[in-house]
């Protein structure tokens, strides 16, 4: 698997990112920097990693989501390839417009850094297909925005589509207020757009892949994305 990982100014992610993805992959990951209008040729996966893109200025990742590179991302979206965005990741796609709806304040206007669970809703798709559906996995948050929102009809589709992905849980998987430190609607972590390709997530996955981070769930998703691609060769 071949992936590109964007760099804007002021993203702190996207070595933890390569290495999880090199540490799953076998391969070097190639760092793209944000004013590049293409990608490497032969690119699999885009990832858009964590951080404080432009300082958070004007709304988290509303002046990343007008780089030069997100252009190229759009038009490799637009031809189906897969992109995964993660925290600031997740902000930067929706600001784009490659996914529905918007990051809001957390419900208690507090940067929340922490190990939280979330639910894998489905096991079918190239982002989830390393875990179970149904399986909970601890995974660490780092966000002041991470209070996913969108109107009523995007809502509905999205469950409707089985496109919420991952949700907020406690422990032992139970989806509740308590559980959703963040105030998300239903929950939400993380969802793809209506072709499946796009995925935006708030937890950090890269953060919980080796023995010595205390916790090594944040693997399947990686794995999974691997052997999408040995399926596919
Ligand atoms: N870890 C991150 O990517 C943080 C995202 C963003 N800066 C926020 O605080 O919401």
Not at 59 to 73: E, S
Not at 196 to 205: F, I, K, Q, T
Request: glycine share 12%; aromatic share 6%; charged share 20%.
């Amino acid at each position: 698997m071949k992936s590109a990982v964007l760099v804007f100014p002021g993203i702190n992610r996207e070595r933890d990112m390569a290495r999880a993805l090199r540490l799953a992959s076998g391969n070097e990951t190639a760092m793209v920097w944000h004013a590049e209008t293409a990608l490497p040729k032969g690119t699999d996966l885009v990832v858009v990693p964590g951080g404080f893109s432009y300082g958070d200025y004007l709304r988290c990742g509303a002046i990343a989501a007008r780089a030069p590179v997100m252009d190229a991302v759009r038009d490799f979206a637009a031809k189906g390839g897969l992109v995964l965005g993660v925290c600031n990741g997740f902000q930067i796609l929706c600001e784009s417009g490659l996914l529905p709806g918007v990051l809001m304040r957390n419900a208690a206007l507090k940067f929340v850094c922490r190990d939280v669970h979330m639910k894998v809703e489905r096991s079918d798709t190239p982002f989830t297909r390393g875990y179970n559906a149904g399986q909970v996995i601890r995974v660490p948050v780092a966000h002041g925005e991470g209070n996913y929102e969108a109107d009523e009809e995007t809502l509905k589709r999205l469950e409707g589509d089985g496109r919420v992905l991952y949700r907020y849980c406690s422990a032992d998987g139970v989806v509740d207020e308590a559980s959703n430190f963040n105030g998300a609607a239903h929950s939400i972590a993380g969802i793809v757009n209506e072709r499946g390709n796009v995925l935006g997530m708030m937890p950090h996955p890269e953060n919980h892949v080796e023995e010595i981070m205390g916790c090594t769930d944040g693997r399947g998703l990686f794995a999974g994305l691997v052997q999408q691609f040995e399926k596919a060769a």
